[in-house]
């Protein structure tokens, strides 16, 4: 057994800020990755982040309106404002741990946010936005990884978390396995930071291949709510490199050559050749291409200007890793605790509803990342600091939750996580499921998933220490899938990147509300939790105004569509 | 996967493997000289095209892979 | 993006359209041809090397001068076949079985263990260790082109690589079929006949590997939609694979030398290394096994060695003699006037619930084939002048065939049949069914049949039978689900969780499957009384 005052799990930019800070309060603090800390999770492909500095001129009222307007009211206002304050001093903290960022005259380059500057056509106009990213240099994972072996947090690489493990009712550590040698081991520990990062279902590329919501898995199994798992963001590929990053096609036609340091992004062109409604350009998560497709005008090309053109297809079993920053863990204080005591949320497995229903910013899941990661580090070291003597962990729980783990390796048969994993890829990858919905399909879907989490899950088998890890992953991608049928189907009106074909419209009168999902009696639940009423988009201002970007096939001008549709 | 390759070093544009493929994977060239592998994805891996080729031409193996998932195309 | 309308367009006209190339078609062609008729068989393939047949290897035949009991044989089919084998048919092919030997025999196909029996000799014949039922082993392959030389001979012509779309029908009857050629871009080719044989084979979901992989239940599809009655949708017959060579389906499941044939060698055996019951009801078992946690499956030969097998080779496939067209007689006609089925896309259910004895359904074909072809030619004979279908008609359908053609976008033939395999194939959904999980399915193939079917396209002609083979797998999924759904009890290849046992008082009887507008409506006719197992009532 492994003991420590704060265990963070998952080794990103929100894992990287709880454990430094957690450090920084003199306590004993383990990192555990499942990869190898700076060369895991989502971060390392992070190329800026986005920084609110009132001396630059930046407005804090103007960045909130554009979360309001870009989330489209699913974004929690408290929550922006603490991360945007806070990010000037996650800022300096990087630089302090020697990442370097670009820099003229001693000081970081500032820069407009890159669709500031894309020309759209006149019946798609883009709300403004006025929030500016910073970039940094290759290289910053190592550098950061350096800092904390330099301050003492306690490194533990290639070892997979898979249960929380409960004393009286808090958070008292957790078991996982060295994924080479499948050695067990139990950590125990005063406070846990989740900062495992967010999940789809297992694509066929970078960035999310990696990441199967198993901070959302376990935390849920403990007890946690989760939230807004129903936003998506579909990252479209080309069929040639399926697996080639989808970030490919989002700045693919390079940088803009009138505005240095900007990006293009591509021109979007159905089979008939008319461009795509660019609601949202790329950065929509392209939730226009899927309905494009649906609507029988597939194949799509992108326009990559002198690169020439490239075929767009499907997002491969994305799965729909969610948007940043919106669904996860619901922190219940500013120092990210949720329900669960002793259990601190971060990053992306954070759900403080930052960014609302669509990605709202660039740079905004980093600077999240980094501010819920150094208020979860203090949160949790401040809990451990006030705890007494250790309590112990029930030997017979510890019994119990090595079975579970283990349990794969000791079936000599059953179904291998690949073919589980391929059949709920089947399930849900394809785009009329979770990007173009319908309650008929959500619910056909969802009869699968129940299915594999009765019949199949229980049955999974591992050869090895390998497929161990993709047992436990392949488990927590089923519990993800649930999470988001169920909340698709719960959220009856379109809004962001949840678009349900038979309920096309947004409903305010119903829906300024986040779907929450949690565990009871065993069974998931789902249940809205209402915006707070100075929150929501003011009433006297005209449907358009309040949401300037069309949803699929909603007609500009036509005025407030009801949820059902009627009158388009 | 499957159907690999036809030998056009050996291949005298006879047709018999275009007349044995149930699926229509191959076709000749466009001067009507060679046969090639024009629709390598419908291939069942039946071997029909290579047991029946004179010249033993035509290679076939009992590999073939699944096409990747997208959520359209 | 749009075509002109420059389309190739070629007619045919026959007394007699025979679609599909296999022993069935051959078979009809021939039989047609010995009227006097005159006869067209079409073909999406090669006409001898399309099809099943090609990788048969088995012939059942009975004879009573080689000791052959008719009783006994009677009883294996209804007690394998559970008792919803059809016993008229079941009898008729077995009767006749020895005069189909002897006219193969006598066209040139070779049986017995050294291709080498003669006519009143006895042949090497095998059969599984469940009953009396005999197959004579039968050459592979080359039956192909014997066949299709013997067609060629009796006068028939033969139009190769054209896949037959859709039946044209004029007051009710069917009067011709239109088709589309391989290798002409926009190319439509226009059949009309006194009578049309579908002898287009079953079908599966393309599960890429031979021999399945070409069938897609074009003709019950064709049938279905002009108004047929459809049966036995519910029998699946599960096969597997070695994991190593997935696309290899026999010889995975056999770990038979694909050059050699012959019997089954291997056997199976569960993960825990316990032999599983060779070939109980069909593969059904193994599915069973892997469902209760007990996979990986491996065959293991006689020399030990043990491959680790997967599933769904088949695809979907029904049990051979146990779906299709159901024929209102024994001259294989339908309810559709005009309108004759032969082989795997005739529903006798001349084997039952499952596989019966081996070799019967290259029996069935060429029993059913031979009636099929005589019967066509004796509708075509009373039917004088020729019945032209409308040109309205002929435009319409011409325009339908081809308009994914003239589409500049939509859904990829290729795209759309991953979706549906996705749904069908994995083995918890029409192997090893429940009711949750058939609705699940039913719903994505009814999305795919309302939403994705119209919006189909083709870049070319390829892609164009694509498209229409996709269309016909989406429609024999729903009807495989509805069939599914329909039959709430378990009974030979049909396994439903949900209704686990025998219900001989509800379910000694047949699901047909009708058109009904546009809806499909489902039945069930009850197997005649005196065919009844006599324990027959209640549930076992």
């Given amino acids: 057994m492994i003991e420590c005052d704060v265990l963070v799990i998952g080794g990103g930019m929100a894992g990287w800020f709880a454990a430094i800070k957690a450090r920084e309060q003199g306590l004993n603090v383990l990192l555990a990755d499942k990869g190898y800390v700076s060369k895991s999770g989502e971060t390392i492909y992070a190329g800026d982040t986005a920084v609110f500095d009132p001396d630059a001129g930046n407005d804090l009222a103007a960045w909130l309106e554009q979360v309001d307007v870009i989330g489209e009211y699913m974004n929690n206002r408290h929550w922006n404002e603490l991360v945007f304050r806070d990010s000037r001093e996650r800022l300096a903290d990087l630089r302090s741990y020697g990442v370097q960022f670009e820099e003229k005259d001693g000081r970081v380059v500032r820069l407009p946010h890159p669709h500031a500057n894309i020309v759209l056509p006149d019946t798609h106009k883009f709300p403004p936005t006025v929030s500016e990213v910073v970039h940094w240099l290759p290289g910053f994972p190592e550098k950061v990884r350096k800092h904390l072996i330099k301050i003492g947090v306690k490194l533990k690489d290639r070892f997979m978390v898979t249960e929380l493990l409960l004393q009286d009712g808090r958070v008292a550590g957790a078991i996982g396995f060295s994924i080479e040698g499948n050695r067990v081991e139990v950590i125990k520990a005063k406070a846990v930071v989740m900062s495992a990062g967010g999940g789809g279902f297992r694509p066929v590329g970078y960035p999310t291949h990696e990441l199967t919501a198993d901070g959302h898995a376990m935390a849920y199994r403990a007890g946690a709510t989760i939230t807004s798992k129903e936003f998506v963001s579909p990252h479209s590929t080309n069929p040639k490199d399926p697996a080639w990053p989808p970030m490919y096609l989002f700045f693919s036609a390079g940088h803009s050559a009138a505005q240095p340091g900007m990006y293009s992004a591509p021109h979007l062109f159905n089979a008939e050749g008319d461009e795509v409604a660019a609601r949202g350009v790329a950065w929509h998560g392209w939730i226009d291409a899927e309905y494009e497709a649906h609507e029988g005008r597939a194949p799509l090309i992108a326009d990559l200007g002198k690169r020439g053109v490239l075929p767009v297809s499907g997002p491969g079993g994305h799965g729909s890793m969610f948007g940043h920053a919106t669904g996860g863990i619901v922190p219940v204080n500013d120092d990210c605790a949720t329900e669960v005591p002793g259990l601190y949320a971060a990053g992306d497995s954070c759900g403080t509803c930052f960014i609302g229903a669509n990605y709202s910013g660039f740079g905004f899941a980093t600077a999240h990342a980094a501010a819920t990661g150094a208020r979860a580090g203090l949160g949790a070291a401040a809990e451990a600091k006030g705890l007494g003597a250790d309590g112990g962990i029930d030997e017979k729980a510890v019994a119990a939750a090595t079975a579970r783990l283990l349990e794969p390796l000791e079936r000599k048969g059953g179904f291998t996580p690949n073919w589980v994993t391929q059949v709920l890829q089947n399930t849900l990858a394809p785009y009329f499921v979770l990007y173009v919905k319908h309650g008929d399909r959500l619910q056909a879907a969802l009869s699968t998933v129940e299915f594999l989490r009765d019949h199949i899950a229980p049955k999974l088998y591992a050869r090895d220490d390998h497929e161990l890890r993709l047992a436990h992953e392949t488990k927590n991608m089923i519990l993800n899938a649930e999470m988001k049928v169920r909340s698709s189907l719960a959220r009856t009106e379109s809004r962001g990147t949840h678009y349900r074909e038979d309920f096309p419209g947004r409903n305010d009168e119903e829906w300024l509300a986040w779907m929450r999902l949690k565990q009871e009696d065993g069974r998931m639940v789902t249940f809205k939790q209402p915006i707070p009423a100075e929150w929501r988009p003011d009433a006297a201002k005209s449907y358009e105004e309040r949401y300037p970007m069309r949803l699929p096939n909603e007609v500009p001008g036509s005025g407030a569509p009801n949820a059902a549709g009627e009158g388009r | 996967m499957t159907i690999e390759k036809i030998d056009l070093d050996l291949c005298t544009g006879c047709g018999i493997c275009i007349d044995s493929c149930p699926m229509d994977v191959i076709r000749m060239d466009r001067a009507g000289q060679k046969a090639v592998i024009r629709y390598p994805q419908e291939c069942m891996n039946c071997e029909q095209c290579a047991l029946d080729c004179p010249e033993e031409a035509v290679t076939v193996t009992p590999y073939k892979t699944v096409p990747l998932i997208s959520s359209w195309g | 993006m749009s075509r002109g309308t420059s389309q190739v367009r070629r007619s045919f006209e026959a007394d007699v359209l025979v679609v599909g190339g296999g022993l069935a078609g051959c078979t009809a062609a021939i039989k047609a041809r010995q009227t006097g008729a005159s006869v067209i068989l079409v073909d999406k393939g090669f006409a001898g090397k399309s099809g099943q047949t090609p990788f048969a290897g088995s012939y059942c035949v009975f004879n009573p001068e080689w000791g052959d009991d008719l009783d006994a044989w009677m009883e294996q089919v209804s007690s394998i076949g559970e008792s919803v084998n059809d016993r008229v048919w079941t009898e008729l092919c077995f009767r006749e079985s020895y005069e189909r030997y002897l006219e193969l025999l006598s066209w040139g196909v070779r049986f017995g263990a050294d291709g080498d029996a003669r006519a009143g000799v006895e042949p090497q014949r095998d059969g599984p260790p469940v009953g009396p039922c005999k197959a004579a082993m039968m050459e592979t392959r080359a039956p192909s082109m014997t066949l299709r030389r ?391």
């Fill in chain 3, 150 to 540: 013997q067609v060629l001979k009796h006068g028939a012509t033969i139009v190769d690589r054209t896949m037959i779309v859709e039946l044209l029908t004029s007051g009710g009857q069917v009067v011709g079929a239109a088709g589309i050629p391989a290798d002409a871009e926009d190319a439509v080719d226009i059949f009309t006949a006194k009578a049309v044989v579908l002898a287009a084979g079953a079908g599966g979901f393309r599960p890429g590997r031979w021999p399945i992989d070409n069938l897609t239940s074009d003709a019950d599809c064709m049938a279905y939609r002009v108004g047929a009655e459809i049966t036995g949708k519910e029998f699946a017959d599960p096969h597997h694979a070695r994991l190593d060579q997935a696309a290899s389906v026999m010889f995975g499941r056999y770990g038979r030398d694909p050059e050699g044939g012959g019997p089954p060698r291997g056997r199976f055996l569960d993960s825990d290394g316990h032999p599983l019951p060779p070939m109980g009801v069909l593969d059904l078992d193994l599915d069973r096994a892997v469902h209760a946690g007990h996979g990986p499956l491996f065959i293991e030969m006689p020399d030990g060695v043990r491959w680790p097998m997967v599933g769904g080779a088949a695809g979907g496939m029904s049990v051979h003699k146990a779906e299709g067209i159901r024929p209102a007689g024994t001259d294989c006609s339908c309810n559709v006037a005009g309108l004759y089925a032969a082989g795997d896309s005739l529903g006798t259910m001349q084997s039952g619930a499952t596989y019966a004895a081996i070799g019967q359904s290259v029996l069935g074909c060429s029993v059913t084939g031979a009636h099929a072809g005589a019967g066509a030619a004796a509708y075509a004979a009373r039917a004088g002048g020729p019945a032209h279908p409308a040109g309205a008609d002929v435009e319409r359908a011409a325009e339908a065939i081809t308009a994914p053609l003239r589409r500049s976008g939509g859904f990829g033939p290729r795209w759309v049949t991953q979706m549906l395999q996705n749904t069908v194939l994995p083995y918890y959904v029409l192997h090893i069914k429940h009711g949750d999980r058939l609705r699940a399915a039913l719903a994505n193939v009814e999305f795919f049949r309302d939403h994705l079917v119209p919006k189909l396209y083709a870049t070319d002609q390829h892609e164009l039978r694509l498209v229409h083979e996709t269309r016909n797998m989406v429609l024999n999924a729903e009807m495989r689900l509805r069939a599914s759904l329909f039959r709430t009890e378990t009974r030979g290849c049909h396994y439903r969780e949900d209704f686990p046992v025998r219900d001989d008082g509800q379910w000694l009887a047949w699901v047909i499957l009708r058109r009904a507008g546009d809806g499909m409506e489902l039945f069930k006719r009850p197997v005649s009384a005196e065919h009844r197992p006599l324990t027959a009532g209640g549930v076992q």
